[in-house]
């Protein structure tokens, strides 16, 4: 069974740093992109970034350059999600996903399975 | 403010159907079908349920289906049911940056 297993919630202070982590299982790592998604409380979904676990290739959304940082660990099927200096609005749920192209495409894609998400709360 | 415009709520009765818009620019569609419709329920992960304009992934009922004209993809859901009741978000490939987009979601409510 394909899974993406997230870790536990976090409540943090404003200024620290954070690593949330999305462990893959049944299936081969390095053969699809890892997307992450922010969703604010009560509020949509917001696209941040995705990784080619293979080559650690990475695309950000601009709301997210710079903002954190998208990483991916082959030797334990694991992609990443960091924070060097948290905010109060990053306060949210965080989920991966796995992006899943069709066949004989190069491009596009959609996200199938999701991790079940990793809230983070930010306050003082 | 999302690439993708949604309506906020959508309800019928059950065993109605209803339909979802989804509306954005030729870039935010980037001239592609790579279009996806995501269900979530209160407290749950997204789960897709249409890819590519009109595909459903296996095990999704036929009640979903999915189609796109111009610059405005929609989601229709037939025989309404109770449990269609969640909120429904649109993604787009955009083949620039960002990459992806969603919508901004919809609420469907099964009165």
């Known amino acids: 069974e394909v899974q993406l297993v997230q870790s536990g919630a976090e409540v943090k202070k404003p200024g620290e740093s954070l690593r949330i982590s999305c462990k893959a299982s049944?299936?081969?790592?390095?053969?699809?992109?890892i997307v992450w998604v922010r969703q604010m409380p009560g509020k949509g979904l917001q696209w941040m970034g995705i990784?080619?676990?293979?080559?650690?290739?990475?695309r950000y959304s601009p709301s997210f350059q710079g903002q954190v940082t998208i990483s991916a660990d082959q030797s334990i099927s694991t992609s990443y999600l960091q924070w060097r200096s948290l905010e109060a609005s990053d306060s949210g749920m965080y989920y991966c996903?796995?992006?899943?192209?069709?066949?004989?495409?190069?491009?596009?894609?959609?996200?199938?399975?999701w991790g079940l998400g990793t809230l983070v709360t930010v306050s003082s | 403010q999302s690439a993708l415009t949604q309506p906020a709520s959508v309800s019928g009765s059950p065993g109605q159907s209803i339909t979802i818009s989804c509306t954005g620019t030729?870039?935010?569609?980037?001239?592609?079908?790579?279009v996806s419709w995501y269900q979530q329920y209160p407290g749950k992960a997204p789960k897709v349920i249409i890819y590519?304009?009109?595909i459903r992934p296996s095990g999704v009922s036929n009640r979903f289906s999915g189609s796109k004209s111009g610059n405005t993809a929609s989601l229709t859901i037939t025989g309404l049911q109770a449990e269609d009741e969640a909120d429904y978000y649109c993604?787009?490939?955009?083949?620039?940056?960002?990459?992806?987009?969603f919508g901004g979601g919809t609420k469907v409510t099964v009165l």
């Open positions: 996903a796995r992006r899943i192209i069709g066949v004989g495409a190069d491009r596009g894609g959609w996200f199938d399975p």
């Open positions: 049944g299936y081969s790592f390095t053969n699809y992109w």
């Open positions: 990784i080619n676990p293979d080559n650690s290739d990475t």
């Open positions: 030729s870039r935010d569609f980037g001239g592609y079908n790579f």
């Open positions: 590519e304009v009109s």
């Open positions: 993604s787009s490939y955009t083949n620039s940056s960002p990459l992806w987009v």
